[in-house]
């Protein structure tokens, strides 16, 4: 009998009023229910939080960054270390993103050619080239279960011209990139689980790039598909539109990944289109600034209303943040600056996108979902 592919994805049921879809993408560190919320853990830690935490808070897989993780501690040392499952001790599937959006955002201190992106760290100011191929490298040797492709992040607003050339490089080192991962593949030793390349679609809010973009990688038959460039600025609008306009282009059968967009509304209707995977520092940025989130919206724990309020932080939230503390206590931790105050408001932020990815994904299965969603943004408030 044939062992299954290492990386598949099952769709397992889809909402009849919407595009929203539930499946389960299997990996060799374990399956991942979607929809989901991905933690990052831009340097192999999800801020104040441990893995122990993580693993209680069930979440199914978590993310690294490749620019980061290069710079320190240098990804020869994780993959001596066992690649960054060992490294950081976590057993579940792990992502890591190629550094695209970071070397792209060094405003000044990065120059763009064909071979690659040449940028001064932001740490010492050494210089370093990102190629294709030593994207690939580095990411074979941090050693997460889904790599990402090295893309070209264009900025909000750009022109269509800059777009259409940022968007066909793309291309060209979507196509480099798939080269040397499959050489390094077939070097890698049989002790070491396979990795999956997913490739990034790009062209900023034109729907004619982002379709052509899009038909393009969907011909290289990759094993899943991001959306890139998109929570950058442009109007909520426009995003929505352009994953509509995008998902009309990719396959079905394969996982769709919004990348770096993370307000709960945003990911309820990014659901109804379509996307499987979500990432977002959001939760934890937020957490670590006293901002709090819950299902009528978001809490900020530094106003004096909560001063003495003894009631949690979500009466609805079954979070360890929510069953042992009330707000008067997290707005006296924070008021005082005690590191405690950003741990417990990040495990509860967690913990509510966790839950919001789940609640959506068993709405899917229950085939309840549409009505859920309205009843959700009707409730939520982002103000």
């Not at 390349?197 to 038959?221: K, P, W």
């Not at 996982?255 to 995977?277: K, N, Q, T």
Request: include cysteine.
């Amino acid at each position: 009998m044939t062992a299954p592919p290492p990386f598949r994805f099952e769709l397992q049921a889809q909402d009849a009023r919407t595009g929203a879809r539930a499946g389960l993408l299997h990996t060799p560190h374990g399956p991942i229910e979607t929809p989901v919320f991905m933690p990052v853990g831009t340097q192999a830690t999800v801020k104040t939080l441990t893995q122990q935490d993580l693993l209680a808070l069930d979440a199914r897989i978590i993310l690294g960054n490749a620019y980061h993780l290069y710079l320190r501690p240098g990804h020869e040392l994780v993959e001596r270390a066992g690649g960054l499952h060992g490294f950081m001790g976590w057993p579940r599937p792990i992502l890591t993103d190629s550094g695209g959006f970071q070397v792209f955002s060094l405003t000044g201190l990065t120059r763009i050619t064909e071979e690659g992106v040449q940028f001064q760290s932001h740490l010492d100011g050494s210089s370093h080239l990102f190629s294709p191929e030593r994207v690939m490298e580095i990411e074979h040797g941090l050693g997460a279960d889904v790599i990402m492709a090295f893309d070209e992040c264009t900025s909000y607003p750009c022109t269509h011209e800059y777009a259409r050339e940022a968007m066909e490089r793309t291309l060209r080192w979507e196509e480099r990139c798939l080269r040397r991962h499959d050489e390094l593949s077939d070097a890698r030793p049989s002790d070491r689980p396979p990795q999956a390349l997913f490739g990034i679609v790009q062209g900023s809010v034109y729907e004619d790039l982002r379709a052509e973009c899009a038909r393009e990688l969907a011909g290289l038959n990759l094993p899943g598909y991001a959306l890139g460039g998109l929570g950058v600025g442009e109007p909520r609008a426009d995003m929505m539109r352009t994953i509509d306009t995008t998902l009309a282009h990719l396959p079905t059968g394969k996982p769709r990944y919004l990348m770096g967009v993370g307000l709960p509304h945003d990911m309820v209707e990014a659901v109804s289109s379509g996307i499987d995977m979500f990432d977002c520092v959001i939760p934890t940025r937020n957490g670590r600034n006293a901002t709090l989130f819950t299902w009528s919206g978001r809490v900020r724990m530094k106003n004096a209303a909560h001063a003495e309020d003894l009631r949690p932080v979500d009466e609805r939230c079954t979070c360890l943040t929510c069953q042992h503390y009330h707000r008067a206590y997290l707005r006296h931790l924070f008021q005082t600056g005690e590191t405690l105050a950003m741990r417990l408001a990040s495990y509860h932020n967690i913990h509510f996108f966790l839950e919001l990815m789940r609640t959506a994904r068993q709405r899917i299965l229950d085939g309840t979902f549409a009505a859920w969603r309205d009843e959700f943004l009707a409730s939520y408030s982002d103000a």
